[in-house]
């Protein structure tokens, strides 16, 4: 915030980083090579929708793009559209494990849709979903202001696995850019599609 | 090309500006005063004046410094952890990472009146407060509207902005005083060591007072007004943010609507904080019209609402090419 938006108490909606995502199939390669976390093929899209019309509009272009792709081969599974406790909504993309650049193309489409509509700002995060052989859960959470990547590990009860999430950073810390700030690595518990 | 629905507010900005120009201009009109007063009775009153600006800007320096632990003393609230408050910080937590901000530390009131405060001299070092009677009262959404709401005044540095503001009147009521008080007690004593200059010190002691009650009555109706034009940019804000214009809505008639019922020991108690709260704690803008208006540090519900409806509408408006 400059200091004109100080003196006019204004603050801009800010605008969506994208292109930060594309890393993300190359990064999956390197964590699994590291720590043995594959990808489970769901990512989701987390955005706050916007009352009114014109937001469920661009919402069901979105999906119907989506699940359009569905039908054809290795298109993945149809769009699952969740809304959480907080009232944000999540864009649940499935597909096989080994189809992460899909995966990705997804989402972004997703992204861009919004983005073109002008309701950028309304992007939260995107989560890709990896499991190990012990059947731990991880996900790589992209934050769409930051443009930087954090990794969740929810544990049993409200509680993270600090430790494989550190682990991660050092493991594929210097394949993405990862949030420095660790106080912004903020829990999405019960994410959909994790 | 990226479109965007967002359109910064001139009108409002306009408002603000000429606000604050105005403070500027009577801060000026001040110093020129005391100056004039002074070189024309050629005497130096110069102590109260230098004593009533350090003990000014300190007490503003300190409120500015500790507001966050005053704020927090004064409301009763305490700190609550993650595990403590998992919804609410959770609500903090995704509109931070929308906004692109510093999360603040999060406290809850143990009060039943519903408001909430955001606190603290910078960003840091802030302190965002509900009560726990406006978590009782309002829905996740609402509760989402009013967190953003408070956010945006963290964003805005609404208590930096409005501490500077009152500097001025707070010097201005200082030298209203002192001289007062000079005038009662000390006015003897000072002219008969000056020898002949007594009437003149009188003379200085009554500019003075009236100088400084001028400035003093119009620097806080300018403050009143900067405030209520910091409010309507805070719920501008909250609506852009969350998208929901009508769910702050919705919790700005709830939070109105209570307001009213409550008793008056609950109001005074809360009178310090208000200009910070989300809603005026003293509800003044109801019964009496006009007046009471220019006193009130909130906009009325009414025009809240208006200006809410206004980003209702742009929102739901084809966007327009960046």
Redesign the interface.
């Known amino acids: ?1 400059g200091f004109l ?11 969506p980083k994208l292109d930060d995502l594309f890393g993300l199939p190359s990064a999956a390669i390197g964590l699994q090579a590291a720590t043995g976390f594959t990808p489970t093929g769901s990512g989701s899209v987390c955005f ?8 469920a509009d661009v919402q069901s272009e979105v999906s119907d793009l989506l699940n359009m792709d569905s039908e054809r081969p290795g298109g993945g599974l149809p769009v699952e559209v969740t809304r959480d ?4 909504t999540w864009l649940v993309s499935s597909h096989m494990s080994d189809e992460m650049d899909t995966l990705v193309t997804d989402l972004h489409a997703v992204n861009s849709t919004l ?8 992007l ?2 995107t989560l890709v979903a990896f499991r190990d052989s012990q059947e731990r859960r991880l996900g790589l959470v992209y ?1 769409y ?2 443009g930087t990547f954090y990794p969740f590990a929810p544990a049993s009860g ?1 509680r993270r696995d600090n430790a494989l999430e550190l682990q991660v950073k050092g493991a594929i810390g210097a394949d993405l850019k990862f949030e420095q700030d660790l ?2 690595w ?2 999405v ?1 019960g994410a959909p599609g994790l | 090309m990226a479109r965007t629905r967002y359109a910064p507010d001139r009108g409002l900005s306009v408002r603000m500006t000429l606000t604050m120009f105005l403070l500027g201009l009577v801060f000026v009109a001040f110093v020129a005063a005391l100056i004039g007063i002074l070189s024309a009775l050629r005497v130096s009153g110069g102590a109260i004046i230098f004593v009533a600006v350090i003990f000014g800007v300190g007490s503003a320096w300190f409120s500015l410094f500790y507001s966050d632990k005053i704020a927090l003393r004064t409301a009763g609230a305490r700190e609550v952890s993650p595990q403590e408050a998992p919804q609410l910080h959770g609500i903090v937590d995704r509109l931070c990472a929308m906004a692109d901000m510093q999360k603040p530390r999060v406290a809850i009131a143990p009060t039943d009146m519903p408001n909430a405060f955001a606190t603290g001299r910078n960003s840091k070092n802030s302190v965002l407060c509900v009560t726990e009677g406006l978590m009782r009262r309002l829905d996740d959404n609402e509760l989402e509207g009013v967190l953003a709401h408070e956010l945006s005044h963290v964003a805005h540095r609404d208590v930096q902005v409005m501490t500077y503001a009152s500097v001025l009147a707070i010097i201005a009521g200082l030298l209203m005083r002192f001289a007062f008080y000079s005038e009662l007690f000390g006015g003897g004593g000072r002219g008969g060591r000056r020898g002949g200059n007594n009437q003149n010190f009188f003379l200085i002691l009554v500019a003075i007072m009236v100088v400084s009650a001028v400035i003093y009555a119009v620097s806080f109706l300018l403050i009143r007004l900067l405030s209520r034009y910091r409010e309507l940019a805070a719920d501008r804000s909250s609506a852009l943010l969350t998208g929901q214009p009508s769910a702050l809505k919705s919790a700005l008639v709830k939070v109105s609507g209570s307001m009213a019922r409550i008793p008056t020991r609950d109001l005074r108690d809360a009178e310090p904080l208000n200009a910070f709260f989300f809603a005026p704690a003293l509800n003044l803008s109801s019964p009496g019209g006009g007046l009471a208006k220019l006193f009130s540090t909130h906009p009325s519900l009414e025009r809240r609402i208006e200006e809410l409806d206004k980003i209702q509408r742009q929102l739901g408006q084809i966007a327009p090419l960046n």
Do not use: H
């Not at chain 1, 406790?85 to 944000?88: A, E, I, M, R, V």
């Open positions: 915030m938006d100080t003196i006019f108490g204004r603050t801009k909606p800010v605008q706050r929708a916007v009352e009114g019309k014109t937001f406790s907080y009232g944000y983005v073109d509509n002008g309701f950028g700002p309304q939260l995060c934050l202001k930051r409200q106080e912004r903020f829990p518990w």
